[in-house]
């Protein structure tokens, strides 16, 4: 006579239903809850009736986010291929949603294969700014003051006029044989300190290759064991406000 079935410690997994705008998702549940605190937390909520995700008559509702973000962020979180290569857009979405819920491995993955893609200049800087990229802000700002032309009126409005003065200054003073003033490296500093100090808070940092030297001496070079997650705001479940 057979012996009494067992599930395995680890390969036996729970999958969950979730429901984003008007399609529903089916994944196992582990990455979410062993990933991140935010979902980890909103699982360990106590249910209103019955428990959410178990089908598709009660799914585990998020709002304020795009069916299209979701599903390419589940296409990094669960590759279906493992030859499979992301496309820019598919690596965004992927940082934005996991940016908004501290998946850190996963945005540690996003930033790095989005620094190969074929961003522009004015979209590191605001991605660097918008997502706490440090080295999307000094790639960014590098290749501004690098490139041949003056910045743009859009440019300008896309990265703020602040910095896009700051860089243009920089920029001429290259141009003209001039090292980086100090000064100038410090107008930028503010900046990048803040967007630093919420870019540790995911773990160490990425940085930049060495051939492309920071703006800014040392901020770019320190590293952070974590510490907590910041407020990831933007999207809510059905119980829980990101």
């Keep these: ?31 979410f809850e062993h990933n991140s605190e935010i979902f980890q937390s909103a699982f360990s909520l106590p249910p209103r009736e019955q428990p959410e995700g178990l089908d598709d008559k009660t799914p585990f509702e998020i709002e304020g ?3 299209v973000d979701f599903r390419n962020f589940l296409t990094a979180l ?24 501290g998946f850190c491995a996963l945005r540690h993955e996003a930033i790095t294969s989005l620094l ?15 997502y706490s990229v440090g080295a999307f802000f000094r790639q960014g700002c590098i290749e501004f003051i690098q490139q041949p032309n003056l910045i743009s009126e859009a440019d300008a409005h896309e ?22 003033l100090h000064t100038m490296e410090k107008a930028l500093q503010k900046v990048l300190q803040e967007i630093d100090q919420a870019d540790k808070q995911f773990g160490p940092q990425v940085h930049l290759p060495d051939n492309q030297q920071p703006l ?27």
Aim: hydrophobic content about 35%; overall charge positive; glycine content about 10%.
């Design 65 to 67: 986010v795009l069916e």
């Design 116 to 130: 190969s893609t074929d961003m522009k200049p004015a979209e590191k800087i605001q991605f660097g700014k918008m």
């Design 159 to 180: 990265i703020g006029y602040e910095v896009a003065f700051h860089l243009g200054t920089i920029r001429e003073m290259k141009m003209s044989n001039s090292v980086y």
């Design 1 to 31: 006579m057979a012996g009494a079935l067992t599930r395995d410690d680890v390969y036996f997994f729970e999958n969950i239903v979730f429901k984003v705008g008007t399609c529903l998702f089916k994944v196992p549940r582990y990455q």
């Design 78 to 101: 669960y590759p279906l291929n493992r030859n499979s290569t992301l496309s820019k857009e598919q690596w965004i979405s992927t940082l934005k949603l996991s940016n908004m819920w």
């Design 216 to 242: 800014c001496g040392p901020t770019s070079v320190s590293y952070s064991n974590g510490g907590g997650f910041g407020s990831f705001s933007g999207a809510k479940t059905k119980r829980v406000v990101f």
